[in-house]
């Protein structure tokens, strides 16, 4: 009788121990915070996590500007090298209290995948962009189109010249 308590008791300690090392793993008791109305939450909680549109943008809004930069319509290009060659985004927009009011974008590209990558680009980067202060500024990715961004972030770095009051 004894050896049938020992076969039982054996795997219920192995699990037992099993529950407390792993609770002993976590690290703090995750807790409900109350999240005010127009609040923004960040909610990425690896590296892993991927998105079809990866902007910096994106991710910081701000409904106060600088007002280091001087209201008004401002327009550049900025280049960029494909391995289809050079190719540059024209970029105007509207600056009010630092903050990009409206956003239009021309690309040089004649056809191929340039073409391509510019008019997705093109159709996506207003949602990323309008809203957000000027100096926050910073796309590395919109609608999976990389190398435009490069272009577009020249563009930027030339309008903050031009705007600094």
Not at 8 to 27: E, H, R
Not at 38 to 60: L, R, Y
């Amino acid at each position: 009788m004894k050896t049938r308590h020992r076969i039982i008791l054996a795997p219920a300690l192995a699990g037992l121990a099993l529950t407390a090392g792993l609770a002993g793993c976590a690290t703090e008791a995750a807790e409900a915070e109350p999240v005010e109305s127009g609040s923004v939450v960040d909610t990425q909680t690896s590296d892993t996590q991927a998105s079809e549109s990866d902007s910096s943008a994106s991710e910081q809004e701000s409904d106060t500007g600088s007002s280091s930069y001087a209201d008004g319509e401002y327009t550049a290009s900025g280049s960029y090298t494909t391995p289809g060659g050079q190719e540059s985004v024209t970029v105007t927009l509207s600056l009010e209290s630092g903050v990009v009011a409206d956003l239009s974008v021309e690309g040089s590209a004649q056809g191929g995948d340039s073409a391509r990558y510019q008019s997705e680009f093109i159709d996506n980067i207003s949602s990323q962009v309008v809203g957000v202060a000027i100096d926050e500024l910073e796309v590395s990715k919109v609608a999976g189109s990389s190398l435009t961004s490069g272009g577009f972030n020249a563009a930027i770095d030339q309008i903050l010249s031009e705007a600094a009051a």
